[in-house]
Every structure is written in C-alpha cells, then in structure tokens.
C-alpha cells in the first residue's frame, strides 16, 4: 500500500515559487499522483495530475522523478489566497492513500 | 455545470442515532465516493460507488454503510453513532470512464457532523 508522506506546514511569501514535496515509496505501477488544495470549510479542490516526468497547467506544475518515490507540486509566484492545505494523494481505488497534507501560509 | 452538492451541510447527532447523509454529483459522473475528514486521522476513504454498486471500501466498520441511486445520486449512513464519528463527510464524483484509468476527482463542500 502506497504511504504518502509530506511536510506539515511551509511558509512563503508573495510573489515567491513554493515547492511541496510528497514522498510515496511504495506507489504502484498504475498509480497517478493527484494533488488537491483546500480551504476551511470547502472541499478539496484538484490542482493537477500526473504519471512520469513533468506536467504543467495554468495554476501549478508537478514534477515527478524517474523512479517516481515522490513529486514535487510546484506553484509560481504564490498570492495570499493561495494559503491553503495541500494534500498529495496517490493510488486509486481501495487503495487510496491521502498524505496528511501541508499547510502553506503565504505572507505579504 | 452545477457542481456536487451535499445535504445537510451541517448536522447535530446523539450517541446511539443513526444518520443519513446526501450527495448529488456533477451531471454525468457515474462515480460517486465518501470521505472522512478529521484533523486527527485526516482524509480516510469510506467507498465508492459506481452504477449503483460499491467497487471498493476504505477500512470502516459496518455501521457505515452507503447506497447509490440510477441516476447517481448517493446516501451514505452511519448507524449506532459514536463521538468519534464526528467529522467532515465528503462526497466527490468523477466520471470513471472503461478501463478503470485514475479519475479526476470533484468535491463537494462537505457535511459537517457534530456527535454529542
């Protein structure tokens, strides 16, 4: 089963680039790595999606290494509505496994 | 595109109830899935449905149990209701095309249930 581990909290301030690191040793060969940010009292809210390499959208890029034992969500220039939790989440199924998620605060 | 909509959003239970909570997805999305929100055990997956069978189950005991619907909208229920079932309930639906690929998930706001 996939474990999905990642830091706690960050802070950043406005305008810089934020990378949040999820580390899952155990991803299996048909897992995707989904990350999600939610604010207090919402529900999650997908950011972006990946399965090798690196893919990029409107809002964030996700960078996942050869042997993919972890991915790096990257978001640029980050603005005050940006404080939110992240979750990484990998695998599918039963098998769904949630990090505890980061809290990321950003200050002016 | 309305979004997935949750009722109640906000609930206040004794010990012992039992209690019915509500999804609708997003229009076409087949896949409906339950989620426990705390801040001691985080986000816990409860099941999923999918044309009105559950494909998979998180790791609950059976007082909770869901159900869906033919047009997709889904209850979940918790029997014999114990403090510690008070939490964030989360429903989200994806579309689950063939061939079981890895979907996009899409959240409701919750419902927030409180166990006295």
């Known amino acids: 089963l996939a474990k999905t581990t990642q830091p706690i909290s960050m802070d950043s301030y406005e305008g810089q680039e934020v990378n949040i690191t999820c580390s899952h040793n155990?991803?299996?060969?048909?897992?995707?790595i989904t990350w999600y940010q939610q604010f207090p009292s919402q529900g999650p809210r997908f950011i972006i999606q990946g399965y090798k390499t690196k893919v990029t959208n409107e809002v964030a890029s996700l960078f996942i290494p050869a042997d993919r034992k972890s991915s790096t969500l990257s978001l640029p220039r980050v603005s005050l509505s940006d404080t939110a939790v992240y979750y990484c989440l990998v695998g599918d199924g039963d098998d769904m496994r949630f990090g505890a998620g980061t809290r990321l605060t950003v200050k002016p | 595109k309305a979004g997935v909509t949750q009722t109640p959003r906000y609930l206040i239970k004794t010990r012992g109830q039992q209690v019915t909570l509500s999804c609708s997805p997003i229009s076409g999305h087949r896949s409906v899935s339950w989620y426990q929100q705390t801040p001691g055990q985080g986000l816990q997956f409860l099941f999923e449905?999918?044309?009105?069978?559950?494909?998979n189950k998180g790791n609950f005991p059976g007082r909770f149990s869901g159900r869906q619907f033919s047009n997709s909208r889904s209850e979940m229920n918790v029997s014999t209701l114990e403090l510690g079932d008070s939490a964030l309930y989360l429903c989200?639906?994806?579309?689950?095309?063939?061939?079981?690929?890895?979907?996009?998930?899409?959240f409701g706001p919750g419902t927030r249930l409180l166990v006295l």
């Open positions: 155990n991803i299996a060969t048909n897992d995707y």
């Open positions: 989200a639906s994806s579309l689950r095309l063939a061939g079981g690929l890895q979907e996009t998930q899409y």
């Open positions: 449905y999918f044309s009105e069978t559950q494909r």
